[in-house]
């Protein structure tokens, strides 16, 4: 392995994971303690990389004094200009990462909201489906939206840290956001899961008609995680956006929703640590994939297309071996369980 | 005593089945009302109509808020709930992921950890938390069940999943709870003493409507009997006028 550079395979497979962390800790969040089929994730995780794209490239354009009417970001003219004056100034660099993580917050978790609002009275299949079709629905308009660049997408996006010079430097400061971010979703999906509202929404998952029963508005609770994982999931997009510089509707199909679902399978369902395994492990045989098949040359097959053959093998050996996956649900951790432990040793004794 | 809950002329159908076809009755505050009757009776259909998960046909249901009667025939379930009506269900819906504790902790309404922005904040709920939990303990160990606190539902026997949906009802605070055969498969012991808790419960002033097939229990505790069949109120009075009432001993042994 002659030339192979070890810190550049560490750093983007963990940019890579972060990314994907904060997708499946979501997920895991509406599907394995809440029960709902969110199918659409790649759509919140698309809308939140446009979003960004288009408040980024266009705003740096238009405080640079060009004239977009002329030249639209997505012109070769325009992708040239953001090259030169995207990443000069530092401050209004970050300005833009931070507008751009909270709107691409706030759109796809208010999407979320109002999408899953009225649908989710129905059975979980027409969540599941609506949701995927809604994010199909999102990649053929921006297919065809030219203000977006259409199918060629937008390129050259000033990243957050891009005035950087030294290129590990970036790649390592970029990181380190990317990880903050990850800790961030950590803490809010951990803390969410381990309150009343957690057991709410696992009680919501094994018994709707029970949990009606006991005045849960379970419609409304469903809409509420919705809002917080699609949030998250825009804010996932952000950070593909700035790190590959690029969006095009391509990188949203629903091939992306059921790879972070094979994470979850693979992870264990409702469980926070689950999801960051199987993130870390699908991400790295990703990565790995793309450092090995330029090695390979020509071959029969390309392990780009064994990937997608080897997630659907992977659900499917997981769900027949052990259906709950590598880590199992644990219980809800709320000073109740002190109270009991309390009992217990006393009555003990 | 006034009259807490008023059922008026109710009907309901299915099809051509008459599940309920007319029935009125009146279920005091505070006390025991029993309602009896044979399988198909309508029972079942009764308390799924006050707890809004059927609309009747016909007819209306009222509840008292204050002073005040109000309609609560057409609400949702949870509507239902925070009038403050708790109904259990003849075949228990446990929450079979959650351990027992957390399945009485799901119940009390008005958990402050329970709305997305609070739960982020432990200080806000854990209080409450505490104090629920404590609650739960009193009646885990009021019916021997305290070493089950942490098992999931799968691991506990029949009787003990059917007492648990009782006690579940109980942990949260309502004025009028619907019990559907409480004792169902539990233990002659065991389903005394939830019985007489009830009827402490009842005579500090919570009221209770309670499907029983176990007469010779339920006509111990009650205050007052109905009795359907074929989804008509057949008979209704105090325990030892029913017993003794021709017409229910006909329907119970369908002569």
């Known amino acids: 392995m002659i030339g192979f550079d070890v810190v550049g395979f560490m750093v983007s497979w963990l940019t890579l994971f972060g990314i994907y962390a904060i997708l499946s800790l979501t997920l895991n969040l509406e599907s394995g303690t809440a029960g709902i089929t969110n199918f659409g994730k790649a759509l919140f995780y698309g809308i939140g990389a446009y979003v960004s794209a288009t408040l980024t490239t266009y705003s740096v354009l238009v405080l640079n004094g060009v004239d977009v009417s002329e030249t639209p970001p997505y012109d070769i003219r325009g992708i040239i200009l953001l090259g030169e004056l995207g990443n000069k100034n530092s401050l209004l660099n970050i300005s833009f990462t931070v507008l751009s993580l909270v709107t691409a917050f706030a759109v796809a978790g208010l999407i979320g909201y109002l999408l899953t609002y009225p649908i989710l009275r129905v059975g979980p299949a027409f969540v599941g489906f609506t949701l995927l079709s809604a994010g199909e629905l999102l990649r053929i308009f921006l297919q065809h939206y030219e203000p977006v660049g259409a199918s060629k997408g937008l390129m050259a996006i000033p990243t957050p840290f891009g005035w950087i010079a030294e290129g590990r430097v970036r790649e390592l400061a970029y990181l380190g956001l990317v990880m903050g971010l990850v800790a961030l979703t950590y803490l809010v999906v951990h803390r969410l899961v381990n309150s009343p509202l957690g057991r709410t929404l696992r009680a919501v998952r094994d018994d709707e008609i029970a949990a009606l029963c006991l005045g849960k508005h379970v419609p409304r609770t469903k809409a509420t995680v919705l809002f917080i994982g699609s949030g998250f999931a825009g804010v996932a997009g952000v950070l593909l956006a700035y790190y590959l510089t690029s969006v095009n509707p391509n990188m949203f199909v629903p091939l992306v929703t059921f790879n972070v679902w094979a994470m979850i399978i693979l992870g264990g369902f409702g469980n926070l640590r689950g999801s960051l395994l199987g993130a870390a492990i699908i991400t790295f045989v990703d990565r790995a994939l793309t450092f090995v098949t330029p090695r390979l040359g020509v071959a029969v097959i390309s392990p780009d297309y064994l990937r997608w053959v080897m997630v659907g093998l992977l659900i499917v050996v997981v769900l027949l071996v052990n259906p709950r996956g590598l880590l199992p649900e644990g219980p809800i951790k709320t000073p109740a369980l002190d109270v009991i432990a309390k009992e217990l040793r006393d009555g003990s004794k | ?255």
């Open chain 2, 1 to 255: 005593m006034s009259a807490l809950l008023e059922v008026r002329d109710v009907a309901k159908y299915f099809g051509g089945v008459k599940a309920l076809d007319g029935v009125s009755l009146t279920v005091p505050e505070g006390g025991l009302v029993g309602l009896i009757g044979p399988n198909g009776s309508g029972k079942t259909t009764l308390f799924n109509v006050i707890t809004g998960f059927y609309v009747p046909d016909r007819g209306s249901v009222l509840f008292r808020e204050s002073s005040d009667f109000v309609r609560i025939n057409g609400l949702n379930p949870n509507e239902v709930f925070k009038k403050g009506i708790v109904r259990t269900f003849q075949i228990p819906r446990l929450f079979r992921s959650l351990t027992v504790l957390e399945n009485l902790l799901v119940t009390p309404i008005g958990q402050r950890g329970e709305g997305p922005l609070r739960a982020l904040f432990r200080g806000s709920w854990s209080e409450q938390e505490r104090e629920l939990a404590k609650r739960a303990v009193e009646l885990l160990k009021r019916f021997d069940m305290l070493q089950y606190a942490n098992s999931k539902i799968s691991e506990l026997s029949a009787a003990h999943i059917k007492m648990l949906e009782t006690i579940r009802g109980l942990m949260t605070p309502a004025k009028l709870y619907l019990l559907d055969e409480p004792t169902a498969g539990v233990d002659y012991a065991m389903a005394r003493e939830l019985f007489s808790y009830v009827k402490r419960l009842g005579n500090e002033g919570l009221t209770f409507l309670v499907i029983e097939h176990r007469l010779e229990i339920l006509m111990d505790y009650v205050d007052y009997v109905y009795v359907l069949h074929n989804g008509k109120l057949l008979a209704e009075g105090k325990p030892q006028e029913i017993t003794s009432e021709p017409k229910v001993i006909e329907a119970y042994i369908g002569v």
